[in-house]
């Protein structure tokens, strides 16, 4: 697909807009956040494990299952423990897990949500497959849920200090920071929508967002490359033009990438079921923000990097007179050479000018490989002499 690497679109060159619209998105989602805060799970906040078995098996296959455990999930709702965790285990058993009560709820709210959760079961499901018993419950407490939130906060951390390690060796310093910052943005995007969605978050959730962050450092690093190739054929090149041609260039991939992911992901999220669609949504969400911060955010990061360090060494770097003498000559000459010409054949001449610069990215990388070539074909000329020279001096 060359639609985009025909088109002169100056990505780099609207940076700010871009970066401008990730800082309102991830103002918006932390506001939510400090305002409204995480809808946590049983994963996080502890809460009580109950075992459950049947006297007799289910043996409608899948069908089956998912109709009872459909039914077990609105009766959960009318005890309003609809945040609870249901699983069934082999044919005859039932794990379900209830979130923390409060402490305003007495010391006595566990054994009341077991008893009412027991009842409630053998009032729906007590003829089918007779009586249900309580094997056992396991209390999961917050110290739990701390070590749990500790965990992935230790797993984002040292994710990010391997990638800037990969990236530093692999590029640069500079590329290793777009690419911490675009994953850091990335982050922000996912929890700032599902605290905005609600979505409960447990332990799927942390699957879900390394998951993200490994997507997304690949998608980065595949026009890092591209860059990386595209400044060993245009030498001297300005950056930012460099990178506006590599983000097209790679534009088609990105784009086929994502809809070939997001595509199962939208339909997981339809029919999936409600205990997988919390983890299908953090997904699409995340991965849209990785592929949105790619392309918007780490490359822009880069050019205004290279901008900043350009003006820093210009600041650094002290005028010598020789220089100011030579500038004072050359803007003289072309003063006089502006003098003896016609008006009209300088303006044509501008504005050829003016529409050379403005070449796509397809054509600003195909000069930049005839050249490479051109020059492939002089070296091969030298060395054909340099083996032909000590054959002429031996007939000599």
Known sequence: MDFFRRQD???VGKAWLWLGISAVTLVIGMTWWAVAGLNLGVDFTGGVLLRYQFDLPISGGRAEEAQLLGQIRAMLAE??????????????QLFVRVPARGDEEGATSAADVEKSIHDGLDGLLGDKYGAITVVGSETVGPIVGKQLR??????????????????????????????????????????????ILRIELDTSFVAALLTIIGYSINDTVVIFDRIRENRRLR???????TVNASLLQTMARSI???????????????????SIRGFALTLIIGIASGAY????????????????????RQAGRPGRPSDSRRATRRRAEVEDAVEDEDAEAAEDEVAAAAGATRLSARETIRQAEAREREEQREERRERRKKRAAPGKKRRH
């Open 150 to 195: 500790d965990q992935a906060l230790y797993a984002l951390v040292l994710g990010c200090l391997l990638i800037l390690v990969y990236i530093t060796i692999r590029y640069e310093f500079r590329f290793a920071v777009a690419s911490i910052l675009a994953l850091l943005h990335d982050v922000g995007i996912i929890i700032g929508a599902v605290a």
């Open 256 to 274: 086929n990438t994502i809809l070939t992911t997001l595509l199962p992901l939208i339909a997981l999220a339809i029919f999936g079921g409600a």
């Open 9 to 11: 679109w100056d990505i």
């Open 79 to 92: 005890h309003k423990l609809a945040k609870s965790q249901i699983q069934l285990s082999g044919n005859n």
């Open 293 to 312: 911060s790619s392309i918007f955010n780490a490359n822009p990061v880069l050019v205004l990097w290279e901008r900043y360090s350009a003006r820093k």
């Open 235 to 241: 030498r001297g090149a300005p950056f930012a033009e």
